[in-house]
């Protein structure tokens, strides 16, 4: 959702890598390096070598790159461009951000009683059948 939104708000895409190595050198440019701890969710061993690899960068100013972003929207991106996907902030503390609590209506919310069943899928060699 980070990238997605602030792609809305630069209304250009955020990280244009052309390799999966140039992509990453974009992701620690922008986030800076990661801590041990945001660190231990890659459990592949070659990406977390090739993040040791790209040294210690301190995280780009968002302001630098969204000068005329309202700074309660760029409060918002800052938590959803964090590197530990449990340190993110939820959908749910997104719509409550008060950048995004004006246009969200609790009341008109329709909430998923449990998750989906999509075991209906797998009848489907090939994934779902083109439409």
Request: hydrophobic share 45%; proline share 9%; charged share 20%.
């Amino acid at each position: 959702p980070g990238c997605i939104f602030a792609e809305m708000l630069g209304r250009r895409p955020l990280l244009q890598g052309s390799t999966t190595i140039q992509q990453l050198q974009l992701i620690v440019k922008l986030l800076g390096t990661p801590d041990e701890s945001a660190m231990t969710f890659i459990t592949d061993k070659g990406a977390r070598e090739a993040v040791d690899s790209l040294g210690i960068r301190a995280p780009l100013r968002l302001e630098s790159l969204f000068p005329d972003v309202p700074n309660v929207a760029l409060d918002l991106l800052s938590q959803l461009l964090i590197w530990d996907p449990a340190a993110r902030a939820t959908v749910d503390d997104a719509l409550n951000h008060p950048f995004l609590r004006p246009l969200h209506d609790r009341i008109a919310d329709d909430v998923a009683e449990g998750p989906f069943d999509f075991s209906f899928e797998s009848g489907y060699p090939e994934g779902m059948p083109a439409a």
